[in-house]
């Protein structure tokens, strides 16, 4: 498990916004591509608003991750699907700006080969089956998503749709 911390230095000897990796993991909900663009989507404002409140919520607590496949779908859709598209400037600060506050877990070959054989064995989309292995991979015991079938679990991971009408964030988040 890797985690990216902020480091005041850069790598390139001045000050500013550089990595370093450790090897311990704070996180314990992994959030999906839904939730973070939610945040920009100004056709659905209870959405929006519900990405905005949840978002706070897990980064006060130090809790939330994002897997680069998030972060890559992320881009892609703020830029290509969302209405009104995320202007490329906007949508690359943003982007930027989430790969700084989360804590980044990577699409490595085991979580590929993971994800394969959850296809396979429980019928996910290999997408959502990827997510899922990232999770289990790493030890999160929470993925926020409106993708799975809410209040699920499977191998130790928590399905949770924080824009279900029952959702309670003290239900989980504590």
Known sequence: ???EQSNPKSALGGHGRGKIFTTA???RVLIDTNVLVYLYDESA???????RLILRAVAEAGVGAVSTQVLSEFFSVATR??????PFEVALAE????ARVWTILLVTAPVVVAAAHAVRDYSFSFWDAQLWAV????QLDTILSEDFQ???RLGGVRFVNPFAADFQQSNWLT
């Open 135 to 138: 999770a289990k991979l790493n």
């Open 81 to 86: 699907r969302l209405r009104p598209r995320l």
């Open 25 to 27: 993991i704070s996180a």
């Open 1 to 3: 498990m890797i985690e």
């Open 150 to 152: 809410a209040g699920s």
């Open 95 to 98: 982007l930027e700006h989430h």
């Open 45 to 51: 404002p209870a959405k929006q608003l519900q990405a």
